[in-house]
């Protein structure tokens, strides 16, 4: 895990790298690798690669980057988890190693089979390959977009970079605000990708590789599909749904323990959390530890999680280590986490705070829950989305309906409207699944943009955005079952564009390498063959066995109440358990970036 910085002049016209603007990108990542530091020039002046390095697996100095094997040069940032399987074969073949890493095997890999090698590996990460043979630049990322990479095009020469921060600290790449971004945030509390704030700086798109040569810069190309694996899965009898999620979850946690460090644990009071760390237990790996959040408002309330997520630490023998924060706690960091915060979100505040104590309690790396309810459809919207397309598709088929609607709540029912200020879209929208979900995940509907916004660039960059059509997108091919197209909208849409991003940057700001298990692709690929049976919870409930002893049942029954902060006590806005909360902090943070950027 590591930040990861590069340039290259792709046109022969091009001037040569300036080596100190480099070196300023890569040190505005410092707190992505502090242990080690590196910078590397292509033969012929045109390519410059840097990094920062958080040493995970193998530590030594011979696995430090930018990292070199004959003609080709890599800097990667992410972890592989079967780079030892792949290491063995291409040792069978007859290729010879210089260190126990596995960026060097991506790098024979690659070698080896070109871009096809992305598809083969198992992990998260953003990487690029400088080939000296033909002077051309790779870049790829893994098929959710867990690790960020950020691209941007000045005087000829191409930038990227781990963060959007960094590459802003290149004078030559424009600052001009980028209206797509601005009204992605307005309408989802995140960015959508390829958009940044910025119109110089776009994100690699998750699942792609892309090429740059001495002539061209090509198109990214896609190398896996999320949709596509839940669309292709052969569709196992509903009787095999427990024990092939178990099988699969067990499988994960395992491939995510590879490390030369301590792999400790983010605990809540949750299903997800909990059959991780029995799972950990399981695999024999010694005392994990565990750090849960607690919050001085949240004492005696259901939402404190410390009291249950003890027990299960207890349960499984777990060294519980238990951060408690009080309201100045968060008052006094707003600014620190606004800081750290890459891109503008409305969420990520949780993670920072739980990453922090990771930090302090001197673990490197930390596993984490997230993506257990999009894998396994714990969201209410797995219900209240297909329910809402059912109730609407015909209403929102009759010939100026949305129109009367809307017009309606903005003149005659106005309180209603300002109460509701997305009910104005489930006519308009609501009708197709892609539709519902866009409703009952935004934040607001493109008709109440002007009010938060410049009519012009609300305008621009709707047009630019299409935001229904490109939430449409992440479900072509459209899988066969509803739950695997929710499956698909959730991990495609709010997981990526927002819960990685600020699991991502929250985590980096503390030097932190959280991992992810439930994000896996041969875990979706055996999920997905079960993925019509796991309505009413019955996903999340497969993970009680998975650990030995099974979950308690204090833990299985008790209502979900997700990761929670008392944001809105210290920012003064309403409760962040709704809509209005959500704006609120919506509005901080964006006035924040417009004003410090």
Not at 11 to 39: F, H, K, T
Not at 169 to 196: R, Y
Not at 426 to 448: D, E, I, K, N, W
Not at 508 to 513: D, G, I, Q, R, V
Request: charge should be neutral; glycine fraction near 10%.
């Amino acid at each position: 895990m590591c930040g990861i910085a590069g340039v290259y002049g792709w046109r022969a016209s091009s001037r040569a790298p300036d080596r100190n603007a480099l070196i300023q990108v890569r040190d505005q990542m410092a707190s992505r690798g502090r242990d080690g530091v590196g910078l590397w020039t292509s033969a012929d002046g045109r390519a410059m690669f840097g990094h920062r390095r958080l040493a995970i697996i193998d530590v030594d100095a011979r696995s430090d980057q930018p990292l070199g094997r004959g003609p080709l040069t890599i800097v990667c940032n992410g972890e592989i988890y079967n780079y030892r399987a792949l290491r063995d074969e291409l040792v069978a073949q007859g290729v010879e190693f210089c260190t126990q890493g596995d960026t060097e095997v991506v790098l024979a890999l690659f070698e080896r089979d070109g871009p096809a090698a992305f598809a083969r590996l198992r992990g998260m990460f953003a990487l690029a390959i400088f080939d000296e043979r033909d002077a051309s630049l790779t870049i790829a990322r893994d098929p959710y977009g867990i690790k960020p990479l950020y691209l941007a095009q000045a005087e000829g020469q191409l930038w990227f970079a781990s963060q959007v921060k960094a590459l802003r600290s290149v004078a030559a790449i424009s600052s001009e605000p980028d209206p797509a971004g601005l009204t992605g945030f307005h309408l989802w509390g995140s960015i959508p990708e390829p958009f940044t704030l910025y119109r110089a700086i776009r994100a690699l798109p998750a699942g792609h590789w892309q090429r740059a040569t001495g002539t061209t810069i090509g198109e990214p190309v896609r190398f896996s599909s999320l949709a596509a694996i839940l669309s292709d899965a052969p569709i196992l009898p509903a009787e095999e749904t427990e024990a092939q999620i178990a099988e699969a979850i067990r499988d994960s946690v395992a491939a995510h323990l590879v490390a030369d460090v301590e792999v400790g644990l983010f605990l809540s009071a949750g299903i997800d959390s909990g059959a991780l760390l029995g799972a950990m237990a399981n695999a024999g790996r010694g005392k994990v530890r565990a750090i849960t959040i607690g919050f001085e408002e949240f004492d005696g309330s259901q939402l404190d999680e410390v009291p249950i997520a003890a027990r299960v630490a207890e349960r499984y023998g777990a060294e519980h280590i238990v951060d408690r924060l009080s309201r100045a706690d968060i008052e006094n960091n707003l600014e620190h986490i606004l800081k750290s915060m890459d891109q503008p979100s409305i969420d990520g505040v949780n993670s920072w705070f739980a990453s922090r104590a990771a930090h302090r309690a001197g673990l490197k790396v930390a596993m984490s829950g997230l993506g257990a309810d999009e894998l396994l459809a714990g969201y209410s919207t797995f219900q209240t989305v297909p329910a809402m397309q059912r109730r609407v598709r015909w209403a929102a088929k009759l010939p100026g309906a949305a129109a009367v609607a809307e017009w309606a709540l903005k003149n005659g029912l106005k309180r209603l409207n300002a109460r509701q200020p997305k009910a104005s879209g489930v006519l308009r929208h609501g009708g197709t699944l892609p539709g519902a979900y866009f409703v009952r995940r935004a934040l607001l509907m493109p008709s109440g943009l002007s009010d938060v916004m410049n009519a012009d660039v609300m305008r621009a960059g709707l047009a630019a955005l299409q935001p229904v059509e490109r939430v449409t997108e992440t479900v072509e091919p459209l899988p066969p079952s509803t739950l695997a197209a929710m499956m698909a909208l959730e991990s495609g849409n709010y997981m990526k564009n927002q819960l990685l991003r600020d699991a991502d940057w929250s985590s980096m700001a503390h030097t932190l390498e959280l991992r992810v298990p439930f994000v896996d692709v041969p875990t979706l690929c055996k999920v997905a063959r079960v993925a019509p049976w796991l309505g009413a919870r019955r996903g999340k409930r497969a993970l009680v066995g998975v650990p030995s002893p099974p979950l308690p049942d204090e833990i299985v029954n008790r209502p979900k109440s997700g990761f929670a902060t008392p944001l809105n006590v210290a920012i003064g806005a309403r409760g962040m358990v709704d809509g209005g909360g959500s704006r609120d902090w919506a509005r901080r943070v964006i006035d924040d970036f417009q004003r410090n950027g």
